[in-house]
C-alpha cells in the first residue's frame, strides 16, 4: 500500500486563490521531502527540498514566495500555491524516502492536480 | 548539479520484441538509477534500479545495466506486452535520504499486438 499519501489529488480554483498541498509519510519518518511539478507530456521537474525544521530548498527558477514550503513534523510537508494563476496549473507529486536508512527508494504521493480557472 | 538526458522520447515496437531506453548522467557523485514507469494522471512506479556498485541488474523480462565510466545506464524490456506501453523515467541520485531524484524527460513507449 501507499507509504506517502498527498492530499487533495485534484483542485479546480479561481485565480487569485492560495491552495495547500499536503504530504504525509505514512508509516516512517522524512527528515527531507521533495516536492515535483509535471506539466502534460513533461518529466517530473523538482522545485524543491523540504527540510523538517528549517528552511526549504528552492530549485533555480522556482519562486519561494510564490510556493510556500512548510515542513513542520517529521511525518508531514505542505506545499502552498499562492495566488494561483493558470500558469500555475500543473501536476503536484512529493516523495520522500525513510529516514536514517541507505538504499530505500523514494516513496511518492499520489499527486495533486491543480487547475486554475 | 545532476543532469539526466534519456533517449528516445518515443518507441514503437512490436508486441514480443525488445525495447531499449538510454539515459546519461552528469554528476560523478550519482549512485542510484531507478527507473520508473508512469501512467496517465497516476504516481510514477518503481519497476527497477540499481546501484553503482553493480553493473546489471534483472527481473524477470526487465533488466537494467549501468557503465559507471561512460556514465551512461540503460533499461531493457524483453517479450514486450501491450500493457506494458506507457511512460518510462530514469533518475538518477546520490543514494542519501535528503538527496532529490533528478529525472530524464520520458520516453513513450508504445507497445502494439
Known amino acids: 500500500g501507499a507509504v506517502v499519501s498527498q492530499h487533495p489529488s485534484w483542485v479546480i480554483c479561481k485565480s487569485g486563490t492560495s491552495v495547500k498541498i499536503e504530504c504525509r509519510s505514512l508509516d516512517f519518518q522524512a527528515t527531507t521531502m521533495f516536492w515535483y511539478r509535471q506539466f502534460p507530456k513533461q518529466s517530473l521537474m523538482l522545485m524543491a527540498t523540504s527540510n523538517e525544521g528549517s528552511k526549504a530548498t528552492y530549485e533555480q527558477g522556482v519562486e519561494k514566495d510564490k510556493f510556500l514550503i512548510n515542513h513542520a513534523s517529521l511525518t508531514l510537508s505542505t506545499l502552498t500555491v499562492t495566488s494561483a494563476h493558470p500558469e500555475d496549473s500543473s501536476f503536484y507529486i512529493c516523495?520522500?524516502?525513510?529516514?536514517?536508512?541507505?538504499?530505500?527508494?523514494?516513496?511518492f504521493g499520489d499527486g495533486t492536480r491543480l487547475s486554475i480557472l | 548539479g545532476e543532469n539526466v538526458e534519456q533517449h528516445p522520447s518515443t518507441l514503437s515496437v512490436q508486441e514480443g520484441d525488445s525495447a531499449v531506453i538510454k539515459c546519461t548522467y552528469s554528476?560523478?557523485?550519482?549512485?542510484?538509477f531507478p527507473w520508473y514507469k508512469q501512467e496517465l494522471g497516476k504516481r510514477p512506479q518503481l519497476i527497477i534500479d540499481?546501484?553503482?556498485?553493480?553493473g546489471e541488474k534483472k527481473d524477470q523480462r526487465i533488466a537494467v545495466t549501468l557503465n559507471k565510466t561512460a556514465k551512461h545506464f540503460s533499461l531493457h524490456i524483453t517479450e514486450t506486452q501491450p500493457e506494458d506501453s506507457a511512460v518510462y523515467f530514469c533518475?538518477?541520485?546520490?543514494?542519501?535520504?535528503?538527496?532529490?531524484?533528478?529525472f530524464g524527460k520520458g520516453t513513450t513507449l508504445s507497445v502494439s499486438s
Open positions: 554528476d560523478s557523485a550519482s549512485n542510484y
Open positions: 540499481i546501484r553503482s556498485n553493480v
Open positions: 516523495s520522500a524516502r525513510r529516514q536514517g536508512r541507505s538504499n530505500q527508494p523514494q516513496h
Open positions: 533518475a538518477a541520485s546520490a543514494n542519501q535520504a535528503g538527496t532529490a531524484l533528478i
